[in-house]
């Protein structure tokens, strides 16, 4: 079975860029698994921030973008700031339905 | 804007029954597919059921087939999930979302979530 596959931690400065990753366990991720990404702040419900690989969703500030970058799924954050301490999952659609990965979670320090 | 509040949670004896409700606003309801969605505590999130705009496809994770079953009333705006045999291992916050489609699906809207635990 296919597993989707994300970074379980990551840091950043404030200010700083960080790159987060969705892969599987086996093969490459394309367009065609539709990556999105989701943020969720501890206590809080899900907010969506990416779909379709590098659309954003209504309201989210244009630092968060979606990209492919060599055959995984890529979530960048640009001047990361202290209230995007959170964590980001990623969802990929496979044959069996939508997938979610393992979340990362990101620290801003 | 776009309001989706679920109810029903609360404390159930293991194999017991439970019934979640989604009310849901600012959008065009009978047109959208929608879904569960669940995260055990401190764990990720896992999809749970989705359910099409009338109703007449519903899809299941493998681990709740045959003890959960989704449903909705288009007229009262209402997303249902009637958990039967709960087990501890579907203790969680379970949140309402809404399916959109752009060139695939993804999870446009959230709603805050309804904590089920299962326990003796």
């Known amino acids: 079975q296919t597993v989707v596959t994300q970074e379980p931690s990551f840091s950043v400065s404030p200010g700083g860029t960080v790159t987060l990753t969705c892969g599987l366990t086996?093969?490459?991720?394309?367009?065609?698994?539709?990556p999105s990404w989701y943020q969720q702040t501890p206590g809080q419900a899900p907010r969506t921030l990416i779909y379709?690989?590098?659309s954003r969703s209504s309201g989210v500030p244009d630092r968060f973008s979606g990209s492919i970058l060599g055959n995984k799924a890529a979530l960048t954050i640009t001047g990361a700031q202290a209230d995007d301490e959170s964590a980001y999952y990623c969802?990929?659609?496979?044959?069996?339905?939508?997938?979610f990965g393992g979340g990362t979670k990101l620290t801003v320090l | 804007e776009v309001h989706l509040v679920e109810s029903g949670g609360g404390l159930v004896q293991p194999g017991g029954s439970l019934r979640l409700s989604c009310a849901a606003s600012?959008?065009?309801?009978?047109?959208?597919?929608m879904t569960w969605v669940r995260q055990a505590p401190g764990k990720g999130l896992q999809w749970v059921a989705n359910?099409?705009?009338?109703?007449?496809?519903?899809y299941y994770v493998d681990s709740v087939k045959g003890r959960f079953t989704i449903s909705r009333d288009n007229a009262k705006n209402s997303l249902y999930l009637q958990m039967n045999n709960l087990r501890a291992e579907d203790t969680a916050v379970y949140y309402c979302?809404?399916?959109?489609?752009?060139?695939?699906?993804?999870?446009?809207?959230w709603g805050q979530g309804t904590l089920v635990t299962v326990s003796s």
């Open positions: 359910i099409k705009h009338d109703g007449t496809e519903k």
């Open positions: 969802v990929l659609y496979m044959g069996s339905g939508m997938v």
């Open positions: 600012g959008f065009t309801f009978i047109n959208s597919w």
């Open positions: 086996s093969g490459s991720v394309s367009s065609i698994h539709n």
């Open positions: 379709s690989t590098n």
């Open positions: 979302a809404r399916l959109l489609f752009n060139t695939g699906w993804y999870w446009g809207s």
